[in-house]
């Protein structure tokens, strides 16, 4: 088969990783679970949500289905095939990296109970 550079340059990592793939996914097991794999991708970025969680939800519906590791396995080697990645160079020291997810921290007054929310590192702007 001949892909001219316009071709594959329109595919998605994932697509592209599957033509040259040897091994074809055929299972309807795995395909019923892949297709599940874009809402669990948004789900896990919602506060509280695991995959553990997104397991349970799934061996509802799907009780002959894949066992949790199994599950956990597939889903990052799908999310790692669709992920592109980039090196980046820096001075040490340089820049500062943080991670602002998470929920909120809070000061709790102790006579009265009130909370304050606070930020750990707050917006410079």
């Not at 998605?12 to 297709?35: H, P, V």
């Not at 009780?63 to 592109?84: I, N």
């Not at 921290?105 to 606070?118: A, H, N, P």
Request: with cysteine.
């Amino acid at each position: 088969m001949w892909l001219s550079y316009r071709d594959i340059s329109n595919l998605t990592d994932s697509k592209l990783s599957e033509l040259f793939s040897s091994r074809k996914r055929n299972c309807q097991k795995y395909k019923k679970l892949e297709a599940k794999f874009p809402y669990f991708a948004k789900e896990l970025k919602r506060k509280r949500v695991t995959l553990k969680l997104l397991w349970e939800e799934y061996i509802v519906d799907n009780p002959d289905g894949y066992s949790y590791p199994r599950l956990t396995w597939h889903y990052r080697v799908w999310r790692q095939a669709d992920k592109a990645t980039m090196h980046m160079e820096h001075k040490a020291g340089d820049k500062t990296f943080v991670d602002f997810l998470g929920e909120t921290l809070f000061i709790v007054d102790r006579k009265t109970g009130e909370r304050t929310e606070v930020e750990v590192f707050p917006d410079f702007r």
